[in-house]
């Protein structure tokens, strides 16, 4: 990718006396050269999104079509706070497709951010940066409000009378082929509370799940089994919960973390079912952004506050977080720890696998609703 100024003396849309201004005003300014450029003549907005489309090698949306695109999208597929933060204009949906203007098409973390939010397939256009202006405060008044609360399916699976927990698991999947799946279902609906026999409530004074143990190919059976999201969330807390003293999981649906179950001592239960925060706003899930695991200290911020208080009495020294990945794109976190020990290489080599089953889990009972 070159040089925007280089590239526009190339193709002699500017001299290099006028880049040279424009590197001069853009820095009095605090404005991007490209700006600067537009703004003192040197060069029209057309020319100048030419260039970065080039440059970035994406489409480009001029301003007037980028607001009369944005007339004819019907409803606001973002809050209005996402469109502040990661200025970014959704303008238009074609089928599964949602296509976004943004001043840094080269940026992926907010590529992923609106496509794991809308549960569509992001195709990014470059727009000039007063062209991005303009958009954002009429997106704004066409965007999901910030205090929209997303409404999610709760699942509660109640156990037969008498039932053994191993016993409600019928296999409907071939267990060898569950974790070679890749589906493309639309966007799901989670779970945040189930109950189920043999589980600890949260909150119980007790540590690791006793019995027998459930070892990994237990899991992928059951795993197989599963007919919900609620017996795929409870399958993988119980796996867990044999390893780790606390256990936590979380699920990301439509843009935001929200507090699914949890298995452990001096874990508080409204403290889970109250924890709900944007996918966007920095915290410890970040650190997965390019590993498919976390291991250390949590450290300070609002986010892992929350975390923290879900977590409950002794602070972790060392906590364990992996995702749940679901075609390409998170659909939920695991967190846990053992109070005053670090997470045994071990147990990190068992769970990292096993909430990557339990994705692949999601995505064929995902798949088998559709």
């Keep these: 990718m070159g040089l925007l100024g280089e590239m526009l003396v190339e193709r002699g849309a500017i001299s290099v006396e006028q880049l040279r201004a ?30 970065l489309a080039d440059q970035h090698g994406v489409p480009f949306v001029s301003g ?27 303008f238009r949906k074609v089928r ?23 549960q569509l397939n992001v195709e990014p256009f470059v727009a000039s940066d007063r062209s991005m202006e303009m958009a954002i405060a009429r997106a704004q008044e066409m965007m999901l409000p910030d205090s929209a609360d997303v409404d999610l399916l709760t699942e509660v699976v109640e156990p037969a009378a ?30 945040l509370v189930a109950s189920f026999p043999g589980l600890v409530p949260v909150g119980s004074g007790e540590g690791k799940q006793k019995g027998t143990r459930v070892e990994e190919n ?34 990301v649906h439509l ?28 915290s410890i899930f970040w650190e ?6 976390y291991v250390g200290e949590i450290p300070p911020g609002p986010v892992n506050d929350d975390v923290l208080r879900v977590l409950g009495s002794p602070v972790p020294d060392e906590v364990l977080v992996t995702s749940l990945p679901m075609n ?12 005053g020990h670090r997470v045994p290489e071990k147990v990190q080599s068992e769970m990292v696998p096993a909430a990557r089953a339990a994705g692949e889990a999601l995505a064929a009972v995902l798949r088998g609703r559709n």
């Design 162 to 191: 008498n039932t053994r927990w191993e016993e409600m698991w019928s296999p409907r999947i071939e267990p060898s082929t569950l974790l070679k799946m890749h589906s493309r279902p639309r966007a799901a609906n989670l779970v």
């Design 255 to 282: 843009g935001k973390v929200t507090g699914w179950m949890a298995r452990g001592r001096a874990l508080d239960s409204a403290d889970l079912r109250s924890f709900s925060v944007f996918a966007e706003v920095p």
């Design 22 to 51: 424009g590197l001069v005003a853009s820095r009095r300014g605090g404005e991007r050269l490209g700006t600067s450029l537009v703004d003192n003549g040197f060069i029209d907005e057309n020319s100048l999104l030419e260039a």
């Design 328 to 339: 390409g794109r998170v659909k939920g976190y695991l967190v846990g720890d053992i109070p």
């Design 218 to 251: 237990d899991l992928i059976r059951m795993l197989a089994g599963a007919t919900s999201a609620a017996e795929i969330g409870e399958a993988l807390v119980h796996f867990a919960a044999q390893r780790l003293d606390r256990v936590c999981l979380f699920a």
């Design 288 to 293: 997965l952004e390019d590993n498919d695991r």
């Design 96 to 118: 599964d497709r949602i296509q976004v203007a943004m001043s840094n098409p080269a940026d992926a973390r907010i590529i992923d951010r609106v496509a794991n939010y809308t």
């Design 64 to 90: 007037s079509a980028l607001l009369n695109y944005l007339e004819t999208l019907k409803d606001g597929v973002l809050p209005s706070s996402m469109v502040r933060s990661l200025k970014v204009v959704p």
